[in-house]
C-alpha cells in the first residue's frame, strides 16, 4: 500500500493492488520525513479500465493514475484498490509521495481506542473493522460480548467499545439519535444495562412501556438477571406527588402540565394555596370561594344567610362570606374555575395519591428506577419529580461547600426515551425549564442526562448543545441529518451514510474520544415486553379463537340450519359467549372454509357435521 497522487496535511490517497480497503479502518502512513502518522478511510474505490475515469467526478484524477503508474501499477490491466484517508492529527507538512501505508497494530491506537476499563466503563460493543488489530489486543478485551448479526449470536471479533463513565464528570449528557427501527431503542437498552452492571442511580422516564429488564432475550439461553437492580413504578399505581409537600411553584409547575396557566391564575394559586394544604383544603376554599362568586355580590350572600337555619350549612357560607370579602376582587370567578379543572383532572389521573418516597430509597440504594406512564402524564410528574431530586441533591452539595450538616443523597442519572416531548424547541413547557437547568448546571452537582429522540431537530438546541456524547443510528430526514451535522463532527462522507446504516450500526461522536467512532452495539442481554411481530401476535389470536370456538362447536355437531338460534342460546348459557344467529352461521362458514367441518344439503335445509 502507498501514499499515490497529491497529497494535503489533512488528507492522502492510497493505492493497493492486493487489498481492498474498508470504510472507516485505520492506516499507518511510514512519511520518511515525519515518522508514522495514524489515518483512517473515509471513502474507498476500486478502480480498473472498464469503468470510466469521470465515474466518481475528481476522485480518480491523473495525479492518482500517474503515481500508480511511476510505482510500478499497471494502471490498464490491473484491479486497483484506492482510498481516501484522512489524517486523525493534521501533519506538519503535506504528506510525501510513495509512502509506505500498512495496518496499525493494537498497541499503536490502544490509547485512541480504550478510554475506560470493562469495570468502570460502559461496554455498549464493538469498533466496526478493528477486526485486525483486535487479534493482539489484551486478553481481559477479549470476550466481552456479544453482537446480534443477520438473525444470530456472534462472539466479539473486534475492538470493544467502552465509554468511559467517569469522563461524565468533565462531559457531560449523552443524546441518542435514530429513526424508527434504527436501532434506538435497542441501544438505550444496552446503556440502562450497563448502568445498572455498575449500581448507577437512574431514572427513566418510559412513556412506552418497555424498559422491563425483567425477560431474558430469547437469543440467550442463560445470562445476567437484573433482579433486584431495577424497579418498574406506575404514575398514579406506585407513584405519585404528596400534596402536603408541594410548595406553591411545585403545585404551578404541575397545573401549567396538565394545561398552561394565564397569568391570572398563577396569581390565584399565590394568593389562595397556603403551606401544608392538602388536596381537599385547597379545592374546599375554592370550590366556597366560586360558589359564593355565583351569588353575585356581598348583599345576595347576606340575603341567603338570613334564610338558612340549619348551624352546619350557616357556619359554611359564613366562610363562604369570608372568602368572597377577602379574595373576589384579586381571584376571578373564571381563573378560580380554572384551576379547580385541572386539579380535578389531575387528581382522576391518581398523580396525588402517592408520594415519590419508593423513587428516592430507590436510588439511594443504587437502582434503576423506570417511571411508567402516558407522555402527558409523564410531563407532569417529571415536572415534579426532577425538580425535587435535583435540587435534593445540590442541596447536599451546597451543603457540603459551606461546611453545614445536610442528608446524603447520591450523584444520578436521568433517562428519557422521546425527549423532543419533554424539552420541545420553539415552546416552554414546565419539564423542559428543569431539563435545561440540569443541561447547564447538573455537571457541577452529578446530575446528568441521557436523550432518546427520533427528532433531534425538534428538541430544544440548548439541551442538544450541551450533549457531549452522541449516539447517532440511522436517520433519514434531511432536517435531522443537518441538526446533527451542525452537532457533531461527523464529516460530509459520514451524513451521507446515515440514511443508509443498518439497524445496530452507530457512529458514536464523543468528546472523550475526540473524534467519531463507527460502531455496532452489542446485543442486549433482556429484551422488550413489545418484541412480538404485531402480525404474528394477530396470526395467534384468531388461531386461538378458531381452536375456542371448536371446543364449544364439535360437542354440538351436527347443526341444522333451523336449529342455530337454539345452539346459540346453549352457547350462551354455557361459556357466557353471546353469539346472534347471523354471527353463530357466519362463524361456522369459516369453519367450514378452512376445513374444520363439512356444510351439507338436506331436504330440510343445511347441515353442519363432522368431516
Not at 9 to 19: C, I, L
Not at 68 to 84: A, M
Not at 113 to 140: F, Q, S, Y
Not at 330 to 349: A, F, H, Q
Request: glycine residues 6%.
Amino acid at each position: 500500500m502507498k501514499v499515490v497522487g497529491i497529497t494535503t496535511q489533512q488528507e492522502v490517497f492510497v493505492g493497493s493492488k492486493d487489498r481492498n480497503f474498508r470504510i472507516n479502518e485505520f492506516l499507518i502512513i511510514e512519511d520518511p520525513y515525519q515518522n508514522n502518522l495514524l489515518g483512517e478511510v473515509v471513502e474507498a474505490n476500486t478502480y480498473n479500465r472498464y469503468i470510466p475515469l469521470n465515474i466518481y467526478g475528481d476522485f480518480v484524477d491523473n495525479s492518482v493514475l500517474e503515481s500508480l503508474k511511476v510505482l510500478g501499477y499497471d494502471v490498464d490491466e490491473d484491479t486497483i484498490y484506492i482510498s481516501k484517508v484522512r489524517l486523525l492529527n493534521e501533519a506538519l507538512y503535506p504528506i510525501h509521495t510513495g509512502s509506505d501505508v500498512r495496518l496499525p497494530e493494537f498497541w499503536e491506537v490502544k490509547d485512541l481506542m480504550i478510554k475506560g476499563t470493562k469495570d468502570e466503563g460502559l461496554v455498549l460493543g464493538v469498533i466496526r473493522n478493528t477486526d485486525d488489530m483486535a487479534e493482539e489486543m489484551d486478553e481481559e478485551l477479549k470476550g466481552l460480548l456479544y453482537t446480534f448479526e443477520d438473525g444470530r449470536l456472534e462472539p466479539q471479533r473486534e475492538i470493544p467499545y467502552i465509554m468511559d463513565l467517569r469522563s461524565m464528570h468533565h462531559y457531560p449528557h449523552i443524546g441518542v439519535f435514530g429513526g424508527s427501527g434504527s436501532g434506538k431503542s435497542f441501544g438505550l437498552r444496552v446503556v440502562l444495562e450497563e448502568l445498572m452492571l455498575q449500581n448507577i442511580p437512574t431514572i427513566v422516564l418510559d412513556p412506552h412501556y418497555e424498559m422491563d429488564f425483567g425477560e431474558l432475550a430469547p437469543y440467550l439461553e442463560e445470562g445476567t438477571s437484573f433482579k433486584g437492580k431495577f424497579k418498574c413504578l406506575q404514575v398514579g399505581i406506585h407513584v405519585g406527588v404528596k400534596f402536603e409537600d408541594l410548595s406553591a411553584q411545585d403545585l404551578k409547575n404541575l397545573l401549567d402540565a396538565a394545561s398552561h396557566l394565564t397569568d391570572a391564575m398563577n396569581n390565584v394559586v399565590d394568593i389562595l394555596f397556603k403551606p401544608r394544604d392538602s388536596f381537599y383544603s385547597f379545592y374546599n376554599r375554592l370550590q366556597m370561594l366560586t360558589e359564593a362568586q355565583e351569588e353575585g355580590s356581598l348583599d345576595r350572600i347576606d340575603s341567603k344567610l338570613s334564610t338558612i337555619t340549619e348551624t352546619e350549612e350557616k357556619k359554611a357560607w359564613l366562610q363562604r362570606r369570608e372568602l368572597f370579602i377577602s379574595y373576589d376582587k384579586t381571584c376571578p370567578y373564571n381563573s378560580v374555575r380554572g384551576i379547580m379543572w385541572r386539579l380535578k383532572r389531575l387528581e382522576n389521573d391518581g398523580v396525588f395519591s402517592k408520594d415519590i418516597h419508593e423513587i428516592e430509597t430507590g436510588l439511594q440504594n443504587g437502582k434503576l428506577i423506570v417511571i411508567q406512564g402516558s407522555t402527558r402524564i409523564l410531563q407532569v410528574f417529571s415536572t415534579y419529580l426532577l425538580n425535587n431530586l435535583y435540587h435534593k441533591r445540590r442541596e447536599y452539595k451546597d451543603a457540603l461547600y459551606k461546611q453545614t450538616a445536610a442528608d446524603y443523597f447520591p450523584p444520578f442519572l436521568i433517562v428519557t426515551d422521546e425527549a423532543h416531548n419533554f424539552a420541545p424547541k420553539g415552546y416552554d413547557s414546565p419539564s423542559k425549564s428543569i431539563l435545561k437547568e440540569i443541561s447547564q448546571e447538573g455537571r457541577k452537582y452529578g446530575v446528568f442526562l441521557i436523550l432518546a429522540t427520533q427528532r433531534p431537530t425538534l428538541l430544544d438546541e440548548t439541551i442538544t448543545a450541551q450533549l457531549n456524547s452522541k449516539l447517532i443510528f440511522r436517520t433519514v430526514r434531511a432536517s435531522d441529518i443537518q441538526t446533527i451535522q451542525e452537532e457533531t463532527d461527523l464529516t460530509v462522507e459520514e451524513c451521507r451514510r446515515l440514511p443508509y446504516l443498518r439497524t445496530g450500526d452507530v457512529f458514536i461522536s464523543s468528546a472523550t474520544m475526540g473524534r467519531t467512532i463507527y460502531a455496532r452495539i452489542r446485543a442486549a442481554l433482556t429484551t422488550s415486553p413489545h418484541t412480538i411481530n404485531p402480525f404474528d401476535e394477530l396470526k395467534a389470536r384468531f388461531k386461538e379463537e378458531e381452536e375456542e370456538f371448536l371446543n364449544i362447536i364439535m360437542e354440538k355437531l351436527p347443526i341444522n340450519e333451523m336449529e342455530l338460534a337454539q345452539i346459540a342460546l346453549e352457547i350462551e348459557q354455557d361459556t357466557k359467549i353471546t353469539y346472534t344467529v347471523n354471527e353463530l352461521e357466519e362463524r361456522l362458514l369459516q369453519m367450514v372454509e378452512r376445513g374444520h367441518i363439512r356444510k351439507e344439503e338436506t331436504i330440510f335445509g343445511y347441515r353442519y357435521r363432522t368431516l
